[in-house]
């Protein structure tokens, strides 16, 4: 039985894909208390900021994997060509 790299690539792809769905959830669970946080202190400039930050750096965690999904798909398109 052999396992070639492009069905281990692919396997990979598959359970990142996977994991992308469960880091959009994490995101939206994540984003609820910034955002009540941000209600909660009155709309503060100081509030308003760390609101920013935080719901970017949840953003930036959920967009950079698909990026890089997105990405990978050629490099396993042309490994199970050859």
């Not at 492009?6 to 995101?27: C, D, K, P, Q, T």
């Not at 709309?43 to 930036?60: E, N, P, Q, R, V």
């Amino acid at each position: 039985m052999s396992i070639t790299l492009a069905s281990i690539l692919e396997w990979f792809l598959r359970f990142g894909a996977f994991a992308v769905i469960a880091n959009e959830i994490r995101g939206l669970i994540l984003a609820a208390p910034v955002i009540y946080g941000m209600y909660q202190a009155g709309g503060s400039l100081m509030a308003i900021w760390l609101g920013i930050c935080s719901l970017g750096g949840i953003a930036l965690s959920v967009i950079v994997p698909m990026i890089v999904a997105k990405r990978m798909r050629p490099v396993v398109a042309r490994l199970k060509a050859a």
